[in-house]
Nanobody, 121 residues
């Protein structure tokens, strides 16, 4: 019914930048929140940032200042601009969305497959 597809990951040197994109498609009535999470090797998944359909943003404290989340409601897309990347930012980055599906009551939580970000020299 609904798919989230991430893109933009890759290998970058420390201090570099990457921009992740996530596109939501399917039988979407309304998207309430979209966000990014990440899972580093050997660690649990953690919040990076979220954005609501009205533009309210939330960041994990350690990401403030280096990461910027933005969205395009018309395109059902969310972006994550990552600057000054560090080796400890290496992780699989997952897109998440709270979506109301057409003819389905309530909100549903969807996840993308993830995109690998590797920060290394």
């Amino acid at each position: 019914q609904v798919q989230l597809v991430e893109s933009g990951g890759g290998l970058v040197q420390p201090g570099g930048s990457l921009r992740l994109s996530c596109a939501a498609s399917g039988t979407i009535a309304k998207i309430y929140t979209m966000g990014w999470y990440r899972r580093a090797p050997g660690k649990e998944r953690e919040l990076v940032a979220t954005i609501t359909s009205t533009g309210f943003t939330t960041y994990a404290d350690s990401k403030k200042g280096r990461f910027t989340i933005s969205g395009d409601n018309a395109k059902n897309m969310v972006y994550l601009q990552m600057n000054s990347l560090k080796p400890e930012d290496t992780a699989v980055y997952y897109c998440n969305a709270e979506i109301m599906v057409i003819r389905t009551p309530g909100l549903n939580d969807y996840w993308g497959q993830g995109t690998q970000v590797t920060v290394s020299s």
